[in-house]
C-alpha cells in the first residue's frame, strides 16, 4: 500500500555532530521522493554543558536558520520548507527554551525527552547504566518528563514519544505503573493540543519498531490526537523513510489527516492513498 507524501518533519544538519548532509541536500532528497512540504528541525542549543556533544552551539543558531532560509528561497516553486527545531525538555532548563523559541521564526517547534536526570539514556555510550535501573521505573519517569513537556506549553509536537524503548528494554506488558504514566501523558497532549509524532526512525534502531508503540498510537486515536510525521532523518538518503508504513499504521487506527505547521500554527493534510 502506498500514500501520497506527506510533510516529514524531523530531520538534522552537522550541527548536532551526529549527522551529514546540507539543507538544500535534504531538499533534494525530498523532491526527489515526491514530497511537497519538508521541515528542518536540528537539535537546538541548550544551557551550558547540557548534552553540548549532540547539538549545535547557541551560536550556530542564526547560521543554521539563514541556511534554512536560504533553501527556502531556492527551493520555492518546488518545495515548501518550514524552519522547526528540536528542543529537548528537562526541567530546569525552561525559561532558555522559552528565550530560544520566542525570540526566532519557528514555523514549529519539536519538544523531545533525551534525558532522566543526567542520564542520556537512548544514547550508546550510557547503555550500561540501563543495569542500574529497573524497567518499569524508567519508563514511568520518561513518561512522565513527556507529559510534563506537553503541559509545558513550549512545543508544538511531541517527538519520537517512546524513544525509552531504542535499545529494546521493555517493562511487562501488563504493568499497571507503566500504563498509568502512558494514559496520564497521553491525556496531557490531548489537554495541551500538542501533535504526537509518529516517527519511522525506531525502525532503524535496535528496537526495529515504530515510534510510538502501536497501542499507544491506538490509544491517541481514540483520543483524538493530532499526529505528524517524521523519519528523524540524520542523513538525506533517510527524508521520508518508511513513510508509507506509518501512515497505514495511523489510518488502521482510523487517522485520516497529519499535521502541517506554518508560523506555529497548526492545518491539518488528508492521508490519500496513491495505489
Excluded at 536560504?70 to 524552519?83: G, M, P, V, W
Excluded at 507503566?178 to 526512525?201: G, P, R
Excluded at 495511523?250 to 492545518?267: C, D, H, I, M, N
Amino acid at each position: 500500500m502506498s500514500y501520497r507524501p506527506v510533510p516529514d518533519y524531523h530531520m538534522h544538519t552537522p550541527r548536532c555532530n551526529h549527522a551529514t548532509g546540507c539543507v538544500t541536500e535534504y531538499a533534494d532528497a525530498a523532491v526527489k521522493a515526491g514530497l511537497t512540504e519538508l521541515g528542518m528541525s536540528d537539535h537546538s542549543p541548550m544551557p551550558g554543558d547540557y548534552d553540548k556533544a549532540w547539538r549545535m552551539g547557541h551560536h550556530e543558531l542564526n547560521d543554521y536558520i539563514r541556511e534554512v532560509e536560504h533553501a527556502r528561497e531556492k527551493y520555492a516553486d518546488q518545495l515548501t520548507i518550514r524552519l522547526g527545531i528540536e528542543a529537548d525538555f528537562h526541567p530546569g532548563t525552561e525559561t532558555y527554551v522559552m528565550e530560544m523559541i520566542e525570540t526566532h521564526p519557528w514555523d514549529y517547534v519539536i519538544g523531545s525527552v533525551h534525558y532522566i536526570g543526567d542520564w542520556g539514556f537512548d544514547n550508546p555510550d550510557t547503555i550500561q547504566i540501563w543495569d542500574t535501573w529497573k524497567i518499569e521505573d524508567a519508563y514511568c519517569a520518561y513518561f512522565k518528563l513527556v507529559q510534563q513537556s506537553a503541559e509545558s506549553g513550549l512545543f508544538n509536537i511531541i517527538g519520537h514519544p517512546d524513544l525509552i524503548k531504542k535499545f529494546g528494554h521493555r517493562p511487562p506488558s501488563d504493568s499497571k505503573a507503566v500504563n498509568d504514566a502512558i494514559e496520564m501523558m497521553l491525556q496531557a497532549v490531548k489537554k495541551a493540543d500538542v501533535t504526537l509524532e509518529i516517527s519511522s526512525a525506531g525502525l532503524r534502531k535496535p528496537v526495529g519498531e515504530i515510534y510510538p508503540q502501536t497501542r499507544i498510537v491506538k490509544r491517541a486515536a481514540e483520543l483524538g490526537i493530532t499526529f505528524s510525521f517524521g523519519s528523524d532523518a540524520h542523513s538525506p538518503v533517510e527524508v521520508g523513510h518508511a513513510m508509507d508504513d506509518c501512515l497505514a499504521q495511523l489510518e488502521s487506527f482510523g487517522v485520516t489527516e497529519v499535521a502541517s505547521f506554518k508560523k506555529r500554527q497548526r492545518t491539518m493534510i488528508p492521508i490519500q492513498r496513491t495505489a
